[in-house]
Nanobody, 126 residues
Framework: QVQLVESGGGLVQAGGSLRLSCAAS????????MGWFRQAPGKEREFVAT????????YYADSVKGRFTISKNNAKNTVYLQMNSLKPEDTAVYYC???????????????????WGLGTQVTVSS
């Protein structure tokens, strides 16, 4: 059974940093692009960042560009999201997602992802 488990969320002051991790199990994701999405209360789930299967290509939402960095360690079957200069508007539940096997190109649309974690809460206080 495929599982994605996020960790690293928490409460941080504005301007602070957090590093989210997403550990995958059940199959290897070496041939899958992966992504991070977030959902704030009362809002739809939105794209944050995505990375190709090899890790050579990344893409970010304009709202986080220059502050967040996505990375992938295929040996550990893990994807990370380093978040710096956090703002109160970054407060949300953050979800890790993986595309199906062989789907190596990163994507910004939720419907293109086959696997999802349960999410980790990130709260940024002002």
């Amino acid at each position: 059974q495929v599982q994605l488990v996020e960790s690293g969320g928490g409460l941080v002051q504005a301007g602070g940093s957090l590093r989210l991790s997403c550990a995958a199990s059940g199959r290897t994701f070496i041939s899958s692009a992966m992504g991070w999405f977030r959902q704030a209360p009362g809002k739809e789930r939105e794209f944050v960042a995505t990375i190709s299967s090899s890790g050579s290509s990344t893409y970010y939402a304009d709202s986080v560009k220059g502050r967040f960095t996505i990375s992938k360690n295929n040996a550990k079957n893990t994807v990370y999201l380093q978040m710096n200069s956090l703002k109160p508007e970054d407060t949300a539940v953050y979800y890790c997602a993986a595309r199906g096997e062989g789907h190596t190109i990163s994507a910004v649309t939720t419907r293109l992802y086959d696997y999802w974690g349960l999410g980790t809460q990130v709260t940024v206080s002002s």
